[in-house]
């Protein structure tokens, strides 16, 4: 891969990124919820999600679940059903919860475990993201050089892409947080997420194989 080659995956790359979807609303929602901590593990989530899709990409797998339409809509079933799980979720919980004997609403508990838990599965679930690297990657592989190092270089650019970006989502969600009332706006974004997460899960059992 030349650095030409790799300046134009980087920049498509991107553009993808910015595209607001499942793993950056994860992201906010995490950022409000537990800070800065929930932040990293929600992105360490992803990224090693991301690192299995590329070895699976890099090893043909991809390639084998676009042709296999059962498997392809067994995993898009899955993918679907848990982000509707996590919407209704958060929507059963939207209403801050009051101290024993204070009447003040108590803080949410990180577990880092089950936030990396959550966005490893929010990233890996989706049939799509796997196909999509599958068509993405091979575009810009050169095969005048060492196939498992170019691998090894766009999963590290996408890996750093994605860490960029999400803590810039996160960095402007926290600024905003900051200058809201806090109680209002955690609630505020429960019942918003959780709207969206069965929105997107509805989307994706919906959806069509491309």
């Given at each position: ?26 992201v ?48 898009k ?28 609403p ?82 505020t ?6 709207l ?15």
């Amino acid at each position: 891969m030349t650095f030409h080659t790799w300046c134009l995956f980087a920049l498509a790359y991107l553009a993808t990124t910015l595209s607001p979807g499942p793993n950056v609303l994860l992201v906010i929602r995490n950022t409000i919820r537990y800070g800065s901590r929930g932040t990293a593990a929600t992105i360490a989530g992803n990224l090693v999600s991301q690192a299995v899709v590329v070895t699976l990409v890099a090893l043909g797998v991809g390639a084998v679940l676009a042709a296999m339409p059962p498997l392809f809509i067994a995993m898009k079933i899955v993918g679907a059903v848990y982000l509707i799980y996590l919407g209704v979720k958060q929507l059963r919980s939207a209403g801050p919860r009051a101290k024993p004997g204070t009447g003040a609403p108590s803080a949410p508990v990180l577990d880092n475990r089950k936030v990396f838990r959550e966005a490893l599965i929010v990233s890996g679930s989706n049939p799509k993201t796997l196909i999509f690297f599958c068509a993405f990657m091979p575009q810009f592989i050169s095969h005048d050089h060492a196939l498992p190092l170019q691998f090894v270089v766009m999963y590290l650019t996408c890996a750093g892409i994605v860490a960029l970006v999400y803590t810039v989502y996160a960095f402007s969600v926290r600024r905003l947080h900051g200058g809201l009332g806090k109680r209002r706006w955690l609630d505020t974004v429960k019942r918003g997420s959780g709207l969206i997460f069965v929105a997107l899960g509805i989307k994706l059992l919906t959806a069509r194989q491309a």
